[in-house]
Every structure is written in C-alpha cells, then in structure tokens.
DNA sequence: ATGGATAAATGACCTTGGGTCGGATATAAT
DNA sequence: ATTATATCCGACCCAAGGTCATTTATCCAT
C-alpha cells in the first residue's frame, strides 16, 4: 500500500519514502519466497505493482538495492546486540543474534563480493562510512562490557567480524536441501551452519578478553 | 599451446587434459590483466584458441571453471603450508601463505556464493571432497605444531578458516585504486586489506593452542 | 590406400536478465 | 481551464552464459 487511495503518483518526498519502503519490502517477501536468486527485477516490479522503469527511479541498480536491504539488517543486528548483551550473556547474544535478524546471514554472505563494483560511489561511501560506524557500536559494546583495554577489544571485535563474514558464506551452503547430499557429505554440509560453527568462534576471540581484562 | 603441431583434435586422454590445462591457463591469464569481472566466457574462448561450442566441452560452466582454479589455489596453498611451517614460524606462515598463492584469495573470495548454485551436484560433490580433505590436512598441521589435543587443533583451525574467508571478502574491497576513495575512507579501505587483519587473527585463534599444549 | 564410423569442433542462435529512454499522463501551479 | 513539471510506463537494448545441428579431423577395419 504505497501510496493513498486516488493517487498515482509519489510527488512528496513521504511518498516518495512510502515507495522505497515498499520497493524493500517487496524484494524482502521475494526473497523469503523463491530465494536470492529468485529475484530479478522485472518480477520485482510486478510485486511492487509499478514498472521496471519506475523501480529503477527508486533503486540505481540491483546490488543497491540489496545493500539497502543489508544496511537496515545490520542496523537491527547493533541496536539488538546493544539492547541485549550484558557482561554476563555477551558470547551467547553475539552468536545467536546474527541469525535472528532476517536476512543478515544471506546478504553478508552475498554481498560484500559485489557491492564494490556494482554500487555507483557515492551512495557506496555514504553506506560504508554509515556501516563503519555501526561495526565501531560493536566494537564498544565489547569494550565496555568485558572491561578490555579498548585496542584489545577493537582488535578482537575486528577478527570477530572476520569470523562473522566467513560464517555467514558457509552457511550458505548449509542451507542446501539435505535429501540431496551424498550420505557421506551430510555431516559435513551440516557442520557447515552458522550455529555449529560460530559459537565456537565467539568463544575462542571474546573469550580471552574477559580473563585479561583481570590482568591488566 | 596445447596441441602437437599438424593435430587439430583432441581425442587421447592426454590430449584432453592439456586442452583442460591450456583454458585454465588461459582463464588465469586474464583474470590476471582484466580482473575477475573482465572474464567472458566468449573472449576466453578466443584467447584460448577454440570456439565456445569447444569451450563447453572442457568446463561445464563458468563457475565450474572458477572451481577448478580455486581447487588448484587450494592444493598450492595446503602443500606450501605443509612444507614450511615449523613449531617456530607457524603463525607467521599461516598469516603469509594466502596472500602468495596467486589468486586464492579473490577466488575464496568470490566463489562459495556461487559454486552451490551454478555447479553441477557431481563434480560439486566430487570437488566438495577433495577441498575438505584439504582443510584437514591443516587442522593436522595445527595439531601437530602446537601439540595442542587434536579437537581443540581441530576447533582453532575450523575458526581460523571462517576468519580467512571473512578475510578474503574483506581484502576485496582494499584492491579499490586509492585514488578514487575520498579521504575521510582511506585509512579504513587499507585497513581492510588482508595483510592488515588476517595476522591478528591468526595470533588470536592459534596463540593460545602453544600455551594450552603445555598445560595439557 | 580407401571408406565408413566416431566424436571433436564450430559458430550461429537462443534465453535471461539488468538497465535505458522517449512518449504518455497525473499532479501542481497559475 | 491551461500550462508546466516530473512521475510513470513498457517496449526496447545489450551483454553474456549456454546450446545444438552441422561440419570435419581422426581412427580403424578392410
């Protein structure tokens, strides 16, 4: 529901933002529905109920679009883990929240690979430095609550992210559909799932942080 | 040159695997002057003397090309570590080789987005494997340098894989000519660079494996 | 040497999908 | 009402991955 009734057409700029949103939201239930590589732009637009022509007024191209999608991810995954994490949960809400905030996984995993060359550059540095800031939210919730010197807890946080990064592609092919792995792979594609392996990563880089945060 | 001078067909064996080796090459060549994005399937037909009926003929689609050049980056990789690491050296090693295998890390990259989807399930499996056979081989290294207990090796080293792949994402974007970065992002885009975040990762992941061995 | 039989090689062709553009028209301003 | 403006539309363009009927190099039996 885009716009009002009896109108055609989005000349202010809230409707101009209603439109957006729902260009979003579309390619979200797409994504839910047939997967990322369900979507193309021309069913994007049916979804939407506007043209291709139009779709491509609201979005430069598909990439930014999905960066769009990944910035409002990445965005709920920081104010959760703000909201969430304590001293004394902290490794379990940093494993379990990338997976609880839709879409987060599957864009990480996909995204960083394209964005570069697909994004035009200014709305691709306004992204980075808006991203930047939200890894360095990260970063001080680390800090503060395992009590580590700040560089330590930067440099964990940053390796973290690396981990994430990793996790985030294999799981991907986690996701395949089991009954049509060889028996012999099965252990292994499972063992590839986000929640097998990063909770140990957690464990192994925070973990540290809270024992030196003792000694120093 | 991957015929014998008055043969214009491959039909031995032999034949057919220098067919193979010369597309490969060819494919390498110019990911090398073109980057990853300049590769077509047509011009590497070209530059590879065949048609691209032929082309087919060697390499089921592109991605399964990509494939086999990631699996021979990835034998490279895990024999080089095999031969050079020691007790000593071994974090230095670990930090070092990815970046000198030539196109590991654009290919680690790129590639685990995509190989489940464009790659035909036999020779993914099939390929699937021969690169977990590999990532073990690491883990014994691991194991047998640190004297760590071999599920602990085994851990670290799953983790420190997870941080590689995050790391070869995130070196992607450090390739960007810095000329075109405004200067606000500079120090951020060289920070990504894999030489700049993956060795703190690897002393972070492998460092304690030394302690723990004698605590063991 | 000769004549099929086999299968490698070819390149015109197909399809998909991201992205564009000039004309049509809803909305706002006067 | 008239005009000006900028949204909207969808037919169109083009790149690029992948296919297939046909051609022909090579092999082998005679």
Redesign the pocket.
């Known amino acids: 529901m885009p ?1 009002a009734e ?7 700029d809230a ?2 933002k209603a ?1 957006k949103a729902a260009i979003l939201a579309a390619a979200r239930a797409m994504i839910g529905k047939d997967g990322f590589e369900g ?4 069913e994007l637009a049916r979804r939407a ?10 979005v ?4 930014e679009l999905f960066l769009a999608l990944f910035e409002n991810a990445l965005e709920d995954l920081v104010v959760r883990i703000e909201s969430e994490a304590d001293a004394a949960n902290l490794l379990e809400v940093m494993a379990r929240a990338p997976q609880e905030v839709p879409l987060f996984l599957p864009l990480l995993a996909r995204l960083m690979s394209v964005i570069d060359i ?1 994004v035009a550059d200014e709305p691709l540095f306004a992204a980075k430095r808006r991203m930047f800031a939200l890894g360095a939210r990260v970063g001080e919730v680390i800090a503060n609550l395992t009590g580590a010197p700040h560089e330590e807890a930067r440099d964990a946080a940053s390796v973290l992210m690396l981990a994430m990064q990793g996790a985030a592609q294999s799981d991907l092919s986690a996701q395949r559909d089991p009954a049509t792995i060889p028996d012999d792979l099965k252990p292994a594609y499972a063992a590839h799932a986000f929640a097998r392996r990063f909770p140990a990563a957690v464990r192994l880089i925070l973990g540290p942080l809270f024992q030196n945060a003792t000694a120093a």
Chains 1, 2 share one sequence.
């Open positions: 716009l009896n109108r055609k057409r989005a000349r202010s409707e101009k439109r979507v193309t732009m021309n109920d506007l043209s291709k022509g139009t779709l491509y007024l609201y430069r191209s598909k990439e697909n």
